[in-house]
Structure formats: structure tokens, C-alpha cells
């Protein structure tokens, strides 16, 4: 009993050595080129008692900010069933474009802020699958309103929608079924060691360019082509084996099992 109270403590200790070593000992390379950029929040400004239209061209001008990433929430958007309202999100895509400021427009029913799920009233007993015909109704409205804004450079369906964070009635688990994930290299890319090859959509930020040289030095990824002709290029992919030969190499180069090798790191390290 005695002696494995002794070897917990030493895992124990071994654990905080690691974290202490991860977090305070060296230090990290320079990023060469930071883009900064803001998050905004329409409902979350008005949430905290602040006139919205201020406080964006505050950011904007003030500020100076000429990267934001946009929140267009399902309930803001259509309060009422089949009712879009524009006139808001009309006006921020104005006023950035003017500016000449970048856009990245979050859309579906996950968005940023609390409760993170921002289904409107009308709709929150709905069933799953009605919800889910709603959303894509959601979705495919604002795009063809806003796909030829030239401030727009990127387009967010859904905010991590793989975590279960939030005051949501659901997620979908169907990353388990998932043969291709397209998407911008952030955290998702180390899904590649489940054997998912990966359409890398651009980057954002130097994270997801170190993100994205990675993938494709392990032979993971593939870039994105042009998205309009995604029905030719998607399965000139599938018909030569790229996608066999991205799935295999990341199931392969690919650490997982990170929670076994703590006891390699801890006793048998020299």
C-alpha cells in the first residue's frame, strides 16, 4: 500500500514537473507577421447596455481595426419564421467596406457569445431535423445576400461546432462518420490521426499557417481549389487516391495516445 502511495505521488510530481516545463521554461519563437483582428457582437454589445452602432465604429475608427470577425445570429437575423431581417448586418458590411476592412462572417446556429446556441424563440421546439432544414434556409439567405461583398474574405458556418460548449439542444457526432473534413487549419487539423484526410480551406492568423505547412509536410492535406468548382476537383482527388494517400500518411505521422506516453515521459525518460 505504502509503496504505490509512493508511485502515485511521483506521477503526481511528474505531471506538475511537465506542466511547469510546458508553460514556464524557454521561450517560444516570434511570430515574423501577427494579424490582429476583433470579434463583434451586435446582441453581446447591446447585452452589456452599449449603443452597437457606437461601439463598431469605435472599433473601426477609433481603433483602427481592419480585420472583424462578425456574428450574424440566428435569432437576430430571423426573429420571425421566414422573416429575415438585413437592415443591421446590412449597415456593419457597409461601414466595413468603406473602410476596406476583412470580414469574417460567422453564420448558422452556433455563433460567438453566450449561450452560443442563439436559436430564436419560434424555433426552439422544433425538432432536430426541422431545426437543421431552418439553419441551411438560414445559411443559404445570407449568402446570396452578401457573396459579392468585397469585404467579406471568409465565411464561418457554425463556431466550433464539434464542442460541446453552450446552451445548445444538440451536436452532431458525425465526425466519427466523416470520410473528408474541409477546413481551415485550426485545432480540427489533428483530426488527421483518425485517418480524415483534409481539405486545407486558407488560413487565418500564423497558428493556422504553421497549421497549414504541417498538414502538408506529413502529406495530410490538400489545399483548397476553387470552392465553385468543387464537384470536378473533389473527385479528381478521390479518383487518383490523393485522399487514400492524405488519410494514410496522417493516420501514420500523426501523435496520438499522448495520455500513455505520460508514463514514458515520466519514468523512462534519460
Known sequence: MKKMFIYFLVVILGLFLIIICCFFIGFPKQAENITWGVNFSQKHTEGLGLDWRETYLAILDDLGARN???????????????NYYFDDLDWQIREAEKREAKIILVIGMKTPRWPECHIPEWAVNLSKEKQQEKIL???EEIVLRYRESKAIKYWQVENEPFFSFGECPWYDKKLRKTDILWTKPSELSFYTGLGIPTIIAPSIGSQEDFN????????AGVLQENPRYANQWIFDYLNSGRFAEAALDGFIEVE???????????????
Do not use: C, P, S
Not at 68 to 82: L, P, Q, R, S, T
Not at 212 to 219: H, N, P, S, T, V
Not at 256 to 269: D, P
Open 68 to 82: 472583424i470577425k462578425i456574428a450574424a445570429h440566428w435569432d437576430f437575423i430571423e426573429g420571425k419564421e421566414e
Open 212 to 219: 497549414r505547412k504541417w498538414l502538408q509536410a506529413i502529406g
Open 256 to 270: 496520438k495516445l499522448g495520455t500513455y506516453n505520460i508514463k514514458k515521459i515520466v519514468f523512462e525518460q534519460k
Open 137 to 139: 434556409k438560414l445559411v
